[in-house]
């Protein structure tokens, strides 16, 4: 099981990195993203998650990724993240330049707190697993709350042939 979720890790990782590493022209600012993305995924833990999850809020309005200004909505949100303004400016030119496929195994999606987007996370599946990552939200006073209600919104948005779901965990 833990092999599966590992290899399940990977082709994410793979996935985004795509996005640069595949480009004709990338440009060194998102390539400086893509490593700091790396960078925080290296040391990534997953946990496994016990359905169905609710959240103690309801208070975000969710959207998926489907076209660029949502990502670059979904990119603002998750660039948050990083502290320092030069690379939340490389993580944000990185994550910008996802494209969007409908028959990806990753669904992106945005929610929005009282009109604006405050929250991120992302779901990537195969037919047999699930994993939820890259779940954030602004550091708004209800952050942790944000984060609660989006990762129980993700849970639900997984196939119903998923045999697992997974929760990927980062931190600075």
Not at 3 to 20: D, F, G, P, R
Not at 39 to 56: D, E, G, I, K, N
Request: include cysteine.
């Amino acid at each position: 099981m833990q092999l599966m979720i590992e290899q399940l890790k990977e082709s994410k990782n793979t996935w985004m990195a795509s996005h640069v590493a595949d480009a004709e022209y990338p440009t060194a600012l998102s390539e400086s993203g893509l490593a700091l993305y790396q960078a925080l995924h290296a040391s990534s833990s997953t946990s496994q998650l016990v359905l169905p999850l609710t959240a103690r809020t309801n208070s975000l309005s969710f959207y998926p990724v489907d076209c660029h200004p949502l990502t670059i909505r979904y990119a603002m949100t998750l660039a948050s993240f990083w502290n320092d303004e030069q690379q939340r400016e490389a993580v944000m030119e990185y994550l910008t330049q996802i494209m969007l496929e409908t028959d990806s195994a990753a669904t992106l999606f945005v929610g929005f707190f009282k009109g604006k987007p405050a929250a991120c996370g992302m779901v990537f599946q195969n037919k047999e697993d699930a994993l939820i990552c890259d779940v954030h939200a602004l550091p708004l006073p209800n952050q942790d709350d944000l984060i609660e209600e989006m990762t129980a919104y993700l849970s639900t948005q997984v196939a119903p042939t998923n045999q697992s779901v997974h929760l990927e965990q980062t931190a600075l």
